[in-house]
T-cell receptor, first 113, second 114 residues
């Protein structure tokens, strides 16, 4: 079965640079979530989209923005990168109901030098 | 979202059953109980969820206390591949369509001994 696809798998950037992470949800899933997991930490919710509209925001810095496109793929844009942004970034997709499981991608490992 | 409490770590011998407890004493009547796990270097993976009745699927069983203030995830025969961090998460059962993010707490790190 098709899974959530994230690209790139690894990304190395320097401070103050920008980065764009991409997420392709499971076909027919209408909801996309982004999570950040720092070293030794638990995943933290950043932002979500339902039917291409921003739905909820968590602890997402103002330097980050995201959108969901007409084909339901989503991109997380990160600017003025800081050392503390080094983390695993996971995308998940689901059908938009509270009892529906989320399916996670393998993540993008972002390293800031 | 209501809080959950889980042991920091547990150990199990391979091929033995594992019972992973979760306390959620402030659960509301409309909260679903979800379990996810995260294997090393992978994204979280859905395991099972339930509302009031016990649930079974191919991965595990979920036993929910009658008062719903606690639940137990049961792995019937632990394998080395089951070594992961297990998260018990409550999600409000809204009836409307939309996004319902997961709030990950401190899960239980399960080690499986060969």
């Amino acid at each position: 079965a098709a899974g959530v696809i994230q690209s790139p798998r690894h990304l190395i950037k320097e401070k103050r640079e920008t980065a764009t992470l991409k997420c392709y949800p499971i076909p027919r899933h209408d909801t996309v979530y982004w999570y950040q997991q720092g070293p030794g930490q638990d995943p933290q919710f950043l932002i979500s989209f339902y039917e291409k509209m921003q739905s909820d925001k968590g602890s997402i810095p103002d330097r980050f923005s995201a959108q969901q496109f007409s084909d339901y793929h989503s991109e997380l844009n990160m600017s003025s990168l800081e050392l503390g942004d080094s983390a695993l970034y996971f995308c998940a997709s689901s059908l938009g109901r509270s009892n529906q499981p989320q399916h996670f991608g393998d993540g993008t490992r972002l390293s800031i030098l | 979202d209501a809080k959950t409490t889980q042991p920091n770590s547990m150990e199990s011998n391979e091929e033995e059953p594992v019972h992973l407890p979760c306390n959620h004493s402030t659960i509301s009547g409309t909260d679903y109980i979800h379990w996810y796990r995260q294997l090393p270097s992978q994204g979280p993976e859905y395991v099972i969820h339930g509302l009031t009745s016990n649930v079974n699927n191919r991965m595990a069983s979920l036993a929910i206390a009658e008062d719903r203030k606690s639940s137990t995830l049961i792995l019937h025969r632990a394998t080395l591949r089951d070594a992961a961090v297990y998260y018990c998460i409550l999600r409000v059962a809204y009836s409307g369509a939309g996004s319902y993010q997961l709030t990950f707490g401190k899960g239980t790190k399960l080690s499986v001994i060969p």
